[in-house]
Structures are given as C-alpha cells and as structure tokens.
C-alpha cells in the first residue's frame, strides 16, 4: 500500500481483556518495528522485524506482550490480560531494511489504546 | 545503551521568528539522526535526517546540524509558520546496532500568529 495502515485507531480494552493490533507495512518493506508511545513521550522501541523473523523483542515490557508476522507482511501484536499502564498509543513502523532507506522508519497513525 | 535528551520541552515563538530544537546523544557509535514531527493525534512524519558523516543538512526553511565530538545536534527551523506547531521529535541509531532508533522526549512548539 502507499503508507503503513493500522487497526484499530481506538481500542477501549477493560482490564483483563485480551487484544489485538494489526499493521499492514508498506508492500515491499523488508523491515517492521513496534513502537509505544505514552502521552507526551517519545515512542519506545517495543520490538523488530526483518521479514517474518523477529530479531529483537528486547522492548516488549513484559510476557503478556507477543508480536507475530508469520508471513513477512502484515503483523499483530497482541496483549493479553491487559493493564491499565499498557494504555498508550502502539506505532508500528517499517522500512526498506536495506540501502540508503535502510533506517528511514515510515510510522502508522498509531492504535490508542484505553485501558478502562 | 543509548540515551538522548533534548530540550527545551516546549517553545513558543513569533510567526517569521526562528527555532532551534537540541538534542545530545550518549553513544559515539550512532550514526543516523532524524527528526520526526508529529501533529496532534496524527503519525510522526520525517521531516529530514543526518548522517554522521555530515556537519549540517538543508531542506528550504529546515536545517540539522550536528557535532560528533560534542554529541550534539540541532533542528533550525527559519521563517516559521502556524503550521509548524506540532511536537518534534530527534532520534538517533543506538550504538551497535543499526535499526533500533532512540527518541527523545519531544519539544511541543507553538508558533503565535
């Protein structure tokens, strides 16, 4: 697609319910990246793929986060049990992996996430 | 791992006045540095970036300069307009690595007509 698209914008989650948050990469991204951003804060790296390998999961905050991309495409990230402190804005990210663009991150609008 | 700090958190400015946003890095092994602006509830967008082996970069009304012994750099934004209010963010590539970026806190800007 011509950016990165993710679903849901808004999730209302109440706490102990699982959830789930899609990104859809630009086509042809080699790279994609979670990141979570707290309300006026920079985003934090939660984890990376290259392809659908998961290189680096060293941000996830805890075991109740887990981040997939079985095919190399689209990716969910998942939260399972949720807490109010998971309420935040969840960017994904991708880039071409590779080349002069290799580090240029193209960002999502984000999933806001409430934790009620 | 890396640390990057920026200030000021928040700057108010004249439209048609200039604006200067720093930020300092820890790591001496990054080497990529962009900038990312970010309207309300809207994505971070790239705005323009450096690579350490570059001083300064210009993109019309926009530089960033950047000092490698000082682990410093800069965004200068001349001639502003309303429609650069938005909150700004640097980053930079930590050390050892060359994917995960690093973002500082933000700077909310706000450019007074």
């Known amino acids: 697609g011509a950016g990165v698209s993710q679903s849901p914008r808004y999730k209302v989650a109440k706490r102990g319910q699982d959830v789930a948050l899609r990104c859809d990469p630009i086509?042809?991204?080699?790279?994609l990246f979670w990141y979570q951003q707290a309300l006026g804060q920079g985003p934090e790296f939660l984890t990376y793929?290259?392809?659908?390998?998961?290189?680096?999961k060293s941000g996830l905050p805890s075991d109740r986060f887990f981040a997939e991309r079985p095919e190399g495409s689209v990716s969910t990230l998942k939260i399972q049990r949720t807490q109010q402190e998971d309420s935040a804005v969840y960017l994904c990210?991708?880039?071409?992996?590779?080349?002069?663009?290799?580090?240029?991150?193209?960002f999502g609008a984000g999933s806001r996430l409430t934790v009620l | 791992g890396e640390n990057v700090e920026q200030h000021p958190s928040t700057l108010s400015v004249q439209e048609g006045d200039s604006a200067v946003i720093k930020c300092t890095y820890s790591?001496?092994?990054?080497?990529?540095f962009p900038w990312y602006k970010q309207e309300l509830g809207k994505r971070p967008q790239l705005i323009i970036d450096?690579?350490?082996?570059?001083g300064e970069k210009k993109d019309q009304r926009i530089a960033v300069t950047l000092n490698k012994t000082a682990k410093h750099f800069s965004l200068h934004i001349t001639e502003t307009q309303p429609e650069d209010s938005a909150v700004y963010f640097c980053?930079?590539?930590?050390?050892?690595?060359?994917?995960?970026?690093?973002f500082g806190k933000g700077t909310l800007l706000t450019v007074n007509p």
């Open positions: 990210a991708s880039s071409m992996g590779q080349g002069v663009g290799a580090n240029v991150l193209t």
């Open positions: 086509s042809g991204h080699v790279s």
């Open positions: 793929f290259q392809n659908e390998a998961q290189l680096d």
């Open positions: 790591d001496s092994a990054s080497n990529y």
């Open positions: 450096i690579r350490s082996n570059v």
């Open positions: 980053a930079a590539i930590r050390g050892g690595s060359n994917y995960k970026l690093t």
